[in-house]
């Protein structure tokens, strides 16, 4: 993995905090630390994201589709 280096502005109180936990070894790193809080929260909006897009469907116009394309499977399969 290729990782590159970048310069964020953070404020006192935070990096005191995060100083704290690598002190402590949870984390190895201050990069460690600010990579992983990075990824909780992308994933956190990558989910939010999808799970609003899901909330737009219609379940009973799925469910139609679903059984649609089940039933022309069925009378594809061989018959055991």
């Known amino acids: ?11 006192d ?12 070894g949870v984390f190895k790193s201050r990069s460690q630390a ?3 809080a990075m990824n909780d929260a992308i994933s956190h909006l990558e989910h939010k994201r999808l799970a609003n ?3 737009k469907l219609n379940i009973t116009e799925e469910q139609q589709f679903a059984d649609l394309g089940l039933n022309e499977d069925l009378n594809e ?4």
């Open 13 to 24: 109180k935070l990096l005191k905090k995060v100083d704290f936990y690598v002190k402590k």
């Open 53 to 55: 897009e899901c909330s």
């Open 1 to 11: 993995m290729s990782v590159a280096k970048v310069a964020i502005s953070i404020e």
């Open 34 to 36: 600010i990579q992983l």
């Open 77 to 80: 399969w061989p018959k055991y």
